[in-house]
């Protein structure tokens, strides 16, 4: 059974930085993508990034683009969200997520981590 599961949310002034991680385990994700999202109170999930397993090739969202970086450790089946720069409509529960890399759907969700951006 896949499991995920996030750390390292917290309160961060504007500006700042913060790394989640998630840790997967369940089996092997050579030929997943890895996908961090994010949901404000009363607001859409918002994709905000992803990374193949594999090949560690990465995607952004342009609200993102050149202040956050996903990466992986594949001996520590975790996947990393190192957040810079960050502003207040930051803001969110962050959630890793999973999909087999033929699939659209992501099916596999961790219980997520709180951020919060003071300005």
């Known amino acids: 059974q896949v499991q995920l599961v996030e750390s390292g949310g917290g309160l961060v002034q504007a500006g700042g930085s913060l790394r989640l991680s998630c840790a997967a385990s369940g089996r092997t994700f050579s030929r997943y993508v890895m996908a961090w999202f994010r949901q404000a109170p009363g607001k859409e999930r918002e994709f905000v990034g992803s990374i193949t397993w594999s090949g560690g090739s990465t995607n952004y969202a342009d609200s993102v683009k050149g202040r956050f970086t996903i990466s992986r450790d594949k001996d520590k089946n975790t996947v990393y969200l190192q957040m810079n720069s960050l502003k207040p409509e930051d803001t969110a529960v962050y959630l890793c997520?999973?999909?087999?890399?033929?699939?659209?759907?992501?099916?596999?969700w961790g219980q997520g981590t709180q951020v919060t951006v003071s300005s």
């Open positions: 997520a999973a999909r087999y890399s033929s699939l659209i759907r992501y099916d596999y």
